[in-house]
């Protein structure tokens, strides 16, 4: 799951680290607080499908009252979580996994509107 940490995230930046990495043609990548992951191609490109689901999440919410805005950021956000989850065949809950990922989903969510707001600065 990519992060997008307020006031970090900057989606072009991220995508192009990806491909920097993938370039290297490395065999195993070893993740902080996770540890050897291998398949990295298929792993570089779910990770930039990912970003632009989360991209997708933020543009969907950009035109809602701020006071919502990040109460339907979090929830879509859990929906895109939850279903990649699934899709890997994970075993946990819906319960358990909103349990593990709310403190993830919530910055992500301030990351994704932050960043929102930063374009509407720009545009």
């Known amino acids: 799951m990519p992060s997008t940490t307020p006031v970090q995230f ?5 995508c192009q680290s990806i491909h920097k990495l993938m370039a290297l ?19 570089g490109s779910s990770l930039v499908a990912q970003v632009q689901a989360m991209l ?3 543009r969907a ?8 805005r990040h109460s339907v950021l979090c929830e879509r956000l859990s929906a895109l979580y939850f279903e990649h989850y699934r899709a890997l065949g994970g075993p946990l809950s819906d319960e358990a996994l909103e349990s593990c990922l709310s403190i993830d989903i919530n910055l992500n969510a301030q990351g994704l509107g932050l960043w929102l707001d930063a374009q509407a600065c720009i545009s």
Do not use: I, K, R, W
């Open 10 to 14: 900057d989606p072009v930046a991220l």
């Open 25 to 43: 043609e490395a065999t195993t990548a070893y993740l902080t607080h996770f540890g050897p992951v291998t398949q990295l191609p298929e792993l």
């Open 56 to 58: 997708n999440c933020a």
């Open 61 to 68: 919410s950009a035109t809602l009252p701020m006071d919502q």
